[in-house]
């Protein structure tokens, strides 16, 4: 397994605005990905993040929105720009650690008012 | 792109009984996993079991990947098991790892 750690756990932001969610792993992983889980709903893969590439988006969601960082095996941001409503959400990273299993953050929870 | 659907979708149990969840899936894949998701919102890792089965205590699941259905199987629930059941897919694909698609998960409430 790995031990992967969010900030920040929660945030309150308002209209407008953007928030950065970095994820942090205790080991060096090559794949990571982001998810976003809206209220009372499941949970949808944002885009997947490997070190030295652009990260790779799924359909509904773009760069200029949630733009993302990997600078190195350890580390990735997330950042959800110009912030609405609709935003509020758990946004979580995952890892892959062996054999395709993949672990998950604790999550941040997004309120946009 | 790959549907994963779950039931049921809700259950209340009385602490003790047992349980099935159903994870039915459209295509083949590589990964399937469950996940135990509390009400913190932690997910937790219950199994990784794209084929086979396993047991962990109280819990077990079986994947019949040629049929595209998973089955975990709770057995003397516990008020600690509320939560969401979720089940998860990544396709299969010759290439590196892809993102996971998730059903819509199976609430589960045991009451003491």
């Known amino acids: 397994s790995a031990v992967i750690s969010q900030k920040p756990s929660r945030d309150i932001c308002q209209r407008g605005t953007s928030l950065t969610i970095q994820c942090q792993v205790d080991?060096?992983?090559?794949?990571m990905f982001w998810y976003r889980q809206q209220p009372g709903q499941s949970l949808t893969l944002i885009a997947t993040?490997?070190?030295?590439?652009?990260?790779?988006?799924e359909s509904g969601f773009v760069i200029d929105k949630f733009p993302i960082s990997r600078p190195n095996l350890t580390f990735s941001t997330l950042t959800v720009s110009n912030l609405s409503p609709e935003d509020s959400s758990i946004y979580l990273c995952s890892v892959e650690v062996v054999a395709r299993e993949q672990y998950f953050g604790p999550g941040t929870r997004l309120l946009v008012l | 792109g790959i549907q994963v659907e779950q039931s049921p979708p809700d259950l209340i149990l009385q602490e003790g009984a047992n349980s099935t969840l159903r994870c039915n899936f459209s295509d083949s894949v590589n990964n399937l996993q469950w996940f135990h998701q509390n009400p913190w919102g932690q997910l937790i890792n219950l199994f990784y079991?794209?084929?086979g089965t396993k047991q962990n205590g109280r819990l077990s699941a079986t994947t019949v990947a040629t049929e595209r259905y998973s089955l975990l199987y709770i057995s003397s629930s516990q008020t600690t098991d509320s939560g969401v059941y979720f089940c998860a897919v990544e396709l299969h694909s010759g290439g590196g790892a892809d993102g996971l698609t998730f059903g819509k998960g199976t609430h589960l409430i045991i009451q003491p």
């Open positions: 993040a490997n070190q030295g590439s652009e990260a790779t988006y």
């Open positions: 079991i794209p084929s």
């Open positions: 080991s060096q992983v090559t794949m």
